[in-house]
């Protein structure tokens, strides 16, 4: 038995089925309370069968990171999944923007826009952290993505524009997401959800080729018929009306212009001229009009990992960013009202309250009431402590010999097949030996701890390295 294989008989659970009735409906707002080991499989078990994007929203970047890859672990690398990382700042200090949180954050923002993304139902995972700054405003997203085919004819000098624009960088040679170089009548350019660059070949003023090529050698080795490129950076002046900017920038209020006062106005004129400060950042409240809720459709689902601990989190960033502008404004740093990135909880619990979709979780504990207020939960803790290598061991076998399923996620798999081989399997007759592989399955990943499942048709127990060697460390690759 496979992960996938274990999530299909999950759903076909008394407590999946319930919940499974609630989402369909045009409106639903769930109470959820699980174990927390189980917290991930019921994750993915919701996503699988939910027909719809999924936003999951944690308390913490580290438990954002945490889901991340225990997602991974239950529904596969190759499915949907994706983070949307923090912006890492210091509030209203200018500071360089960091190219791969931005390029990520925006390629999460690309897969939740289906016109844009050959993914439909996208499941992402995002602290309060990461949703509570601003981003790209969804019409400038929409309006300057744009779709290349072979045969349109192209001025490359618009073209060209277009691009710097939407913030990618001309440079000499394309290595790197985020960057495009002219060369004659080849255009070569890497797009943010690109896993390689694309090389267009001209002629005239029509394309006549496009291929992607390896940008260690620079060789091309594949022909497509088109790509779609999104934007590249979050804030992008020379997209954003201008008009919305001078309206932040009148509730500013100055009694007295000092130096600072003046170095802002000068490096903000120039961003709306069209030129791009290195240390954009740090106006960035005054170029960024849109959050990640504004991509979502109308059916997604959106998933609060323990409520209140994301409103706890939500409202010390608020306070961190409202000591920071009052320090700022009394040393005459900024100005009172100057912009800021960042959007306060009141007004994300309003988003959140206005969701159509939406399941909050919390987590039971070890000797919590098990009940569920309306059906019981199929998930139990796994009473098992580790002592050695044989004793895991032993414990799966007599859960074997009761005719339980078993499952070891563990990233130390092929420790484990030499473990069970020297120790199981070659002690077995051949008949055994059958009923042992049909019964145990050792999956590559990682789990916090182990956890039991019944399915309507089996007990299914999982095992993760806490239980089989001691060990409770991710390893990443």
Not at 149 to 166: A, C, F, H, T
Request: aromatic share 10%; hydrophobic share 35%.
């Amino acid at each position: 038995m496979n992960l996938s294989e274990l999530l299909d008989l999950t759903s076909e659970t008394e407590y999946f089925s319930k919940i499974f009735g609630s989402i369909s409906s045009s409106r639903t707002d769930l109470n959820l309370n699980i174990f927390e080991p189980a917290v991930v499989c019921a994750l993915s078990t919701i996503w699988k069968n939910s027909n719809a994007p999924i936003l999951i929203l944690t308390p913490t970047p580290k438990k954002s990171s945490e889901i991340y890859h225990q997602l991974n672990t239950w529904l596969g690398s190759k499915s949907p999944i994706y983070r949307f990382p923090e912006v890492d700042e210091i509030p209203f200090e200018r500071h360089s923007v960091d190219v791969i949180s931005t390029q990520n954050r925006l390629e999460v923002l690309s897969a939740f826009r289906q016109g844009f993304s050959k993914f439909i139902n996208p499941i992402i995972v995002a602290s309060i952290q990461a949703v509570s700054h601003l981003t790209l405003d969804r019409s400038v997203f929409d309006n300057s993505t744009m779709t290349v085919m072979v045969g349109d004819k192209v001025n490359v000098n618009n073209l060209s524009k277009k691009w710097i624009e939407m913030g990618y960088q001309i440079e000499k040679m394309v290595d790197v997401p985020g960057t495009f170089a002219r060369r004659g009548g080849i255009l070569d350019l890497f797009t943010i959800t690109g896993k390689k660059p694309i090389r267009i070949e001209l002629f005239g003023d029509n394309i006549e080729s496009i291929r992607l090529f390896d940008p260690d050698s620079q060789k091309s080795f594949k022909s497509i018929r088109s790509f779609t490129i999104t934007p590249a950076e979050e804030i992008l002046p020379a997209l954003v009306s201008t008009d919305r900017v001078y309206e932040k920038l009148n509730l500013i209020k100055t009694k007295q212009i000092n130096e600072n006062h003046r170095i802002i106005s000068n490096e903000l004129g120039k961003a709306i001229s069209g030129e791009n400060p290195a240390n954009i950042s740090f106006y960035s409240g005054f170029f960024l009009f849109g959050s990640i809720f504004d991509y979502l459709v109308s059916d997604s689902i959106t998933i609060l990992i323990n409520p209140d601990q994301i409103k706890e989190s939500s409202l010390s960033l608020d306070n961190r960013y409202n000591e920071t502008r009052k320090s700022k404004q009394e040393r005459g740093i900024i100005p009172a009202d100057f912009p800021q990135s960042h959007i306060e909880w009141d007004y994300l619990s309003d988003i959140l309250e206005s969701r159509a979709k939406k399941i909050s979780i919390d987590f039971w504990g070890v000797n919590s009431d098990i009940k569920n207020g309306f059906v019981d939960l199929p998930f139990e803790i796994l009473p098992i402590k580790y002592s050695s290598p044989n004793d895991s061991i032993e414990k799966i076998q007599k859960l074997i010999n009761k005719d339980n399923k078993v499952i070891a996620i563990s990233n130390h798999s092929k420790r484990l097949v030499e473990v069970f081989s020297e120790n199981l399997i070659s002690n077995m007759a051949d008949k055994d030996g059958e009923n042992l592989a049909k019964k145990l399955s050792i999956v590559r990943g990682h789990i916090p701890t182990g956890f039991s499942i019944h399915t309507p048709s089996d007990i299914v127990t999982i095992f993760s390295d806490n239980e089989l060697f001691g060990v409770n460390k991710e390893i990443r690759s």
